[in-house]
């Protein structure tokens, strides 16, 4: 199905609900049947039918067609937070006793369900360094479940090769997961390339308003309904109708503001490359970036997220350089339409007690919707102020 098709029809069954062409918000906790028969055979396949909103809610369902179709997969759970959908992932597919393989510094709240929350239920999990494939493989035990890859990964992007990652989990019988938020539906095919289970935060690029929180899984139908009757039903971070409904709007725009998105960063980029007050451009296009030929090769294009160090020798410098700036709303999260900054300074007093694995002079940049020329003059003046 084309790209249009997904995002204006599918999922969308109008004669059923007056013709609306906006999505019909079902403000609705449970749903009544018939009869007794009706209800009978509705218990017995709750991912299928109307019937409790925790499980199933048509506006959700509306969501969950479209999420799968973009994502070139059969099924997809949508959740309220991109954090809950990967947690309620990775405990569906492990048990006391296994043991996962993750990317060196994945996303925050993963790396802590992963280093402080799973260790609890003797749950292990080795951390590679994942720019060399090997890694993987080195670090496979007789009893490893997963391999969670993030590519590009937070803050600092490097990329783990899909396809050999891929080649590798087959090998041992692992089960791939991938959280692909950097690249929205869109920019990276990763079902295609052999990927299990990918992971969404939908806050980002999917809502690409600032405005809801959500999380998606895509996968097979068989592996979604293992987690949609476990997981799901029973953790219940689902996503409110309303939400939802805000998810699908986000939809309808998603190729336009993506496009918008990666030719502002595109310009961005290429301003700040070899800037002389910058030390570094972490960037997966960059044409500085030394796994550009592999970006290129599995990435369809790049994102608006990108992070710089500053060449500076304390904190004042990165201070001045984001205080100055005028444009950039100092903020987390990304993906909306509003341009940010987050300086990782902010984590600790001064350098001498910096802890993070990235460097404290690093500042991430999300680039949004504005005028790009606004945005360049507006960095230009900041990093003046260095
Ligand atoms: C934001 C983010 C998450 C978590 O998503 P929430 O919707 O905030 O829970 C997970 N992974 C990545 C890469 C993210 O940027």
Request: overall charge negative; proline content about 3%; charged content about 20%.
């Amino acid at each position: 199905m084309n790209l249009s098709d997904i995002i204006t029809h599918l999922g969308e069954d109008r004669h059923e609900y007056c013709g609306s062409v906006g999505t019909p918000i079902f403000q609705s906790s449970n749903f009544s049947l018939n009869t007794v028969e009706h209800l009978r055979n509705v218990l017995k396949d709750e991912y299928h039918h109307p019937f409790y909103s925790r499980g199933y809610n048509p506006t959700v369902a509306i969501l969950r067609k479209k999420i799968a179709a973009l994502e070139g997969a059969e099924d997809a759970l949508i959740f309220s937070s991109g954090s809950a959908a990967i947690a309620a992932t990775i405990f569906n597919l492990v048990k006391a006793g296994d043991h996962i393989i993750s990317v060196k510094k994945p996303y925050s709240w993963s790396n802590y369900l992963f280093t402080q929350i799973l260790s609890k239920y003797s749950i292990e999990t080795t951390m590679v360094d994942g720019t060399i494939s090997e890694n993987f493989e080195k670090a496979i035990q007789n009893n490893t479940k997963v391999i969670f890859i993030e590519t590009p990964n937070s803050m600092t992007f490097e990329l783990q090769n899909i396809t050999e990652v891929v080649t590798i989990a087959k090998r041992h019988n692992c089960i791939v997961v991938l959280d692909n938020s950097y690249n929205s539906p869109l920019f990276q095919p990763a079902i295609e390339l052999g990927v299990d289970l990918v992971c969404h935060s939908a806050t980002k690029y999917i809502s690409g308003h600032s405005d809801v929180l959500g999380g998606v899984v895509c996968g097979t139908k068989e592996r979604i309904n293992q987690i949609f009757k476990s997981e799901y039903m029973c953790i219940g971070a689902s996503i409110s109708a309303q939400d939802a409904a805000l998810l699908i709007r986000g939809l309808r725009t998603l190729p336009i503001r993506m496009k918008q998105i990666s030719e502002n960063a595109r310009r961005v980029a290429d301003f700040l490359d070899n800037h002389s007050k910058i030390e570094k451009l972490y960037w997966p296009f960059a044409n500085s970036n030394p796994q550009l030929e592999l970006a290129k090769k599995q990435m369809k294009n790049c994102g608006g997220l990108m992070s710089i160090t500053i060449k500076t020798d304390n904190y004042d410098g990165v201070e001045r350089f984001v205080n100055a700036l005028q444009k950039f709303l100092i903020a987390t999260s990304w993906g909306g339409y509003e341009s940010l900054v987050f300086p990782v300074c902010a984590f600790t007093e001064s350098k001498e007690n910096h802890l993070l694995p990235v460097p404290w002079n690093l500042v991430r940049i999300y680039i949004g919707l504005e005028d790009s020329e606004e945005l360049i003059s507006d960095l230009k003046q900041a990093l003046e102020k260095v």
